[in-house]
Every structure is written in structure tokens, then in C-alpha cells.
């Protein structure tokens, strides 16, 4: 079992960048996909991007394509979501989600059984 905690949340402005982290204990997060999603008030829970464990293969929601960077440090145990060009409409509650083996789409949260508590991302035009 995994363990996350979620951190970097914060208040900024259009055009800005935050890095949130996604800190892993129990067990090494090389063991897990991890994944991003996010919710806005009013909104379902969506995907916004997912690490595998092992090689690290990618894959971004089509809305923050080139503008999000997700990452890996084994060492630290943690994940994260590098943000830049953030948009209003980005502002959300950010959840980081761990599962083991890489079958499906892994874009939904059905697919993941570990979740962190959230950090609230906030983006002013």
C-alpha cells in the first residue's frame, strides 16, 4: 500500500507556473502509475496526466498538452506536475493517484486505488 500527500498548491496569476508535488510512502513510487487529475468546483474529478513506473512513459490530457510537465524522482520518492502558461480555467482541486500494473486507458479514476487529500491550484485573470 501507498501512501500520498500532495503539495505546491497555490494562488497565481495567468501566464504563471507552480510545481506540484506528489510525495509517495510505503513504497517506491517506481512500483506505481501515478497519475494527476483534477476537480473544479461544479465539475467532475478529471484526468490531467500519468507517469509509469519502470520506463516512465507519459500521457497528457489534450488541455494541458505542452504546457504541463509530469516527472519522476525515485530518490525522493515523489512526483511531480511541472505547470506553466496556467489559464484560469486550470483552477481546480489537484489530486495525485497511484495504481500498480498498466492495463486500460488509465485516464479514469476507476482505475486508481490510491489517492492524496488534494492541494487547491488557483489561477486569476
Known amino acids: 500500500q501507498v501512501q500520498l500527500v500532495e503539495s505546491g498548491g497555490g494562488l497565481v496569476q495567468a501566464g504563471g507556473s507552480l510545481r506540484l508535488s506528489c510525495a509517495a510512502s510505503?513504497?517506491?513510487?517506481?512500483?506505481?502509475?501515478i497519475a494527476w487529475f483534477r476537480q473544479a468546483p461544479g465539475k467532475e474529478r478529471e484526468f490531467v496526466a500519468r507517469i509509469t513506473g519502470g520506463g516512465g512513459s507519459t500521457d497528457y490530457a489534450d488541455s494541458v498538452k505542452g504546457r504541463f510537465t509530469i516527472s519522476r524522482d525515485n530518490a525522493k520518492n515523489t512526483v511531480y506536475l511541472r505547470m506553466n502558461s496556467l489559464k484560469p480555467e486550470d483552477t481546480a482541486v489537484y489530486y495525485c493517484?497511484?495504481?500498480?500494473?498498466?492495463?486500460?486507458?488509465?485516464?479514469?479514476?476507476?482505475?486508481?486505488?490510491?489517492w492524496g487529500q488534494g492541494t487547491q491550484v488557483t489561477v486569476s485573470s
Open positions: 510505503g513504497r517506491s513510487v517506481s512500483t506505481y502509475v
Open positions: 493517484a497511484a495504481r500498480m500494473g498498466w492495463s486500460g486507458s488509465l485516464r479514469t479514476i476507476y482505475e486508481y486505488a490510491y
